[in-house]
Nanobody, 120 residues
């Protein structure tokens, strides 16, 4: 059974840091492009960061709003992708979702989301 399970969300003060984790199982994780998306309250889901799979050299990309504050990384031995979030702002408040994409057949796997609230 394909599964992605996010963890690490919570309440943090502005300027603080959080590290999200997404544990994968049931599919060939190392070959999948892994992404973090977020959905702020009342808004559309948006891409935050992505990291390529084994055939894409683990290339990373970020949305302009998180560039130089967030870092995406992956550990293929642990089947886990991470999102290190520094310098958090209230506008980073959202439910954060992990997604796996097989670029050969466009098959997607989504996690259930983990909430992040940035507030004083």
């Amino acid at each position: 059974q394909e599964q992605l399970v996010e963890s690490g969300g919570g309440l943090v003060q502005p300027g603080g840091s959080l590290r999200l984790s997404c544990a994968a199982s049931g599919f060939a994780f190392s070959w999948y492009t892994m992404s973090w998306y977020r959905q702020p309250p009342g808004k559309e889901r948006e891409l935050v960061a992505a990291i390529g799979g084994a055939s894409y050299g683990h290339i990373t990309k970020y949305s302009d709003s998180v560039l130089r504050r967030f870092t995406i990384s992956r550990d293929n031995a642990e089947n886990t992708v991470y999102l290190q979030m520094n310098g958090l702002k209230p506008e980073d408040t959202a439910v954060y979702y992990c997604k796996g994409l097989n670029r050969y057949n466009n098959h997607e796997v989504w996690g259930q989301g983990t909430p992040v609230t940035v507030s004083s």
